[in-house]
């Protein structure tokens, strides 16, 4: 394999090889559409696979800062009863996660509006892409953060933007975190990303949850939200309530049609204890990444190289093998560096080098010997296969 | 044997031209429930199933009437209304383009000429799923969430002329459909509570709107209806005619009997044309 790693040819066919993917890119064309893989795993990651099948994250502990009312079926006057008891124990922030996007019954809407306006530790979401307005308190919420989340629409939820550059307006969750944690509030802004990934964490199992009914009805002890961050949101009753409810890596059922898994308010719960934790995903940077992807074919080329001239009865069979294994084993190395390291390498660029050495090689190697005739380019494609 | 070929091209030729000629009908007849006839020569023929309509044909249909038209797309119109027409003058078929090619390579296109974006480059254009639950996601510019009815004209218009169906169901949870409007740009009350006959409470969505809370329908009779707008109305102040007729016309509203305070927004408007306040309210009842 080694006898062949320092050749011309194999260096020149592997800078081939990243010739033919940039020509690819350069097609102003979509042509995705025509393959059906893609189509299938249009939104899937292959770090899904990390919280599906290597149970990422399934030992996390509860996280006890942060407190879920389950607004369900309340109306805005049971809203507005829930946000007093929870604030008359002094958390750190209360944050609702419920769009009131019209006016509705005068008392309701007085005694919210009343306390948007005037609570500085309350937070109000809001659909940044709403068509008709951004809600009924909208204008008089003092801290407001937009609850959407980056992904294919009804696709699976993986990123989140925590400022929306256009507008500077944070997210639901960042707003929250502004409230309740300015030091870690702080550090997420140095960190200067257009889009986060998710760190998911923990299931609705795994945050402590009150019944906003309840509560108001004096059957839960307030004194729980004390110090703590509260998300009002609500919380599906059973699996087939899919009310506000979202795809995440978390599902069960990784690929494929199934039922979203995740309430929204939840969502925003594991991105809070990211941001509080700093347990952020970080990204591989894309020089090394296609420097790993350059490396990676050079080798395999060389070993392509030196099965075609010397084992070519074997060559087809051999490079397919060697290319299956080395996509199960990137594709393992990915998910090991995203399941420990919590760090995502992106290897699309290193599968698809390896896809490609073999018909680049084909086409290399009627190059160089049509060079060889012409112009006596001195190539070791020259002698007969063995 | 070309000879021949080329002697028979001529009459073949004048074949396709007739057969270009040839004017196809615009319609054949389905279903007449009453008596909707051709107008031939003066006197009328009743129509019956299977009879082809021409474009310059002219037909009859009386009053209480129903004549199902088949066009050439295979499409059905309908007609209930009396009329004395052209056919050329019908509702047209809807005309849609079904080939199965066509639509293919026009999805090709789509595909080719879709623009493909990073999340990271333009997060906005990915950030359509927002995490809330929704309360108050009102289509209506007014407040329906409980609606008090006995009679009188009332239109609910629907936000951005939005055209959809009233379903009315007879329970909050997993009720039967018991009525259902035809597609509108707005909801008539009076038209939904003369096919509800019997006074009650029902509960109704848009059609693809439906949600664990229902809107409330209180169909009332004349006198539990008459007490309640009494009883709301005791708390109105009376001041100038106009203002008088705006706090009345704002309490009905604050208590869910729309026909009323739609009267009282209109008289308010009616006396005081100038006040923007009472246009803006208004406005709300209307298109």
Same mark, same amino acid.
């Given at each position: 394999m080694f006898k062949y790693l320092f050749k011309r040819d194999t260096l020149f066919a592997t800078l081939a090889v990243f010739l033919v993917m940039g020509f690819f890119s350069f097609i102003p064309i979509n042509t995705h559409f025509l393959d059906p893989i893609h189509l299938a795993l249009s939104d899937f990651d292959y770090n899904d696979l990390a919280y599906a $099948?290597?149970? $990422?994250?399934?030992?996390s502990p509860t996280d006890t800062n942060i407190v879920i009312v389950n607004v369900g079926q309340g109306n805005r006057q049971d809203i507005a009863a829930m946000i007093a008891t929870v604030d008359a124990q002094s958390p750190k922030a209360i944050g609702v996660d419920i769009l009131f996007n019209d006016k509705k019954d005068a008392i309701g809407d007085s005694l919210l509006s009343t306390l948007f306006s005037s609570n500085k530790k309350l937070i109000g979401a809001y659909n940044i892409n709403a068509q008709g307005g951004r809600g009924y308190f909208y204008k008089q919420s003092t801290n407001k953060g937009f609850a959407n989340f980056v992904g294919q629409e009804e696709g699976v939820i993986r990123h989140f933007t925590p400022v929306e550059k256009k507008e500077q307006v944070p997210a639901f969750a960042v707003a929250v975190l502004k409230v309740a944690d300015v030091k870690n509030y702080e550090e997420l802004l140095k960190r200067k990303q257009t889009t986060e990934i998710i760190n998911y964490k923990r299931k609705a199992d795994k945050y402590l949850i009150i019944d906003g009914m309840d509560l108001i009805a004096g059957k839960a002890v307030p004194s729980v939200f004390a110090n703590k961050i509260v998300l009002l949101g609500y919380v599906s009753s059973n699996v087939n309530d899919v009310e506000d409810k979202h795809f995440t890596p978390m599902n069960e059922k990784y690929t494929g049609r199934s039922l979203p898994d995740m309430n929204g308010v939840f969502i925003h719960a594991n991105i809070i204890s990211m941001m509080q934790d700093q347990d952020y995903i970080h990204r591989m940077p894309a020089w090394l990444m296609w420097s790993i992807a350059f490396l990676l074919c050079w080798l395999h080329m060389s070993l392509f190289i030196k099965d075609y001239l010397e084992n070519h009865l074997w060559f087809h069979l051999l490079a397919k093998i060697a290319q299956i294994i080395s996509a199960v084993f990137f594709v393992y190395i990915g998910l090991l560096f995203f399941h420990q390291f919590d760090t995502q390498m992106n290897m699309v660029a290193t599968l698809a080098a390896i896809i490609l050495a073999v018909d680049v090689l084909y086409f290399y190697e009627a190059f160089a010997t049509w060079l060889h005739k012409k112009k006596g380019y001195k190539t070791i494609f020259t002698h007969k296969h063995d | 044997m070309i000879s021949k070929i080329f002697r028979l091209l001529p009459i073949l030729l004048i074949c396709f031209s007739l057969v270009s000629f040839a004017d196809d009908p615009a319609y054949v007849v389905f279903y007449n429930s009453g008596k909707a006839a051709k107008i031939v020569l003066g006197k009328a023929v009743i129509l019956k199933k299977g009879d082809q309509l021409y474009k310059t044909d002219q037909i009859s249909i009386p009053d209480q009437t129903q004549l199902a038209l088949v066009c050439a797309n295979f499409s059905v119109v309908q007609i209930k209304t009396k009329m004395n027409k052209l056919v050329n003058d019908l509702p047209s078929c809807a005309k849609q383009n079904t080939s199965a090619s066509s639509a293919y390579f026009k999805y090709i296109w789509n595909s080719f000429a879709h623009k493909h974006v990073t999340p990271d480059k333009d997060p906005r254009a990915y950030m359509k799923t927002y995490g809330a639950v929704s309360r108050g996601n009102s289509f209506s510019k007014l407040y329906i969430d409980t609606i008090y009815y006995n009679n009188g004209p009332l239109k609910l218009y629907w936000k951005q002329g939005r055209v959809a169906e009233v379903e009315v169901y007879n329970a909050a949870q997993d009720g039967d459909v018991i009525f259902k409007s035809k597609?509108?740009?707005?909801?008539?009350l009076d038209s939904i509570a003369l096919k509800l006959k019997k006074p009650g409470k029902y509960y109704w969505d848009l059609k693809g709107e439906q949600s664990a809370n229902k809107k409330v329908f209180i169909f009332l009779n004349a006198l539990a209806y008459q007490k309640l707008r009494n009883k709301v109305l005791a708390n109105a102040i009376t001041t100038s005619p106009a203002e008088t007729a705006y706090l009345k016309a704002f309490v009905l509203e604050e208590n869910h009997l729309l026909t009323d305070a739609a009267y009282y927004y209109k008289l308010a408007t009616q006396l005081a044309p100038t006040n923007e306040a009472y246009a803006i309210s208004y406005a709300k009842f209307l298109p």
């Open positions: $099948k290597m149970h $990422k994250n399934e030992n | 597609a509108a740009k707005y909801a008539k």
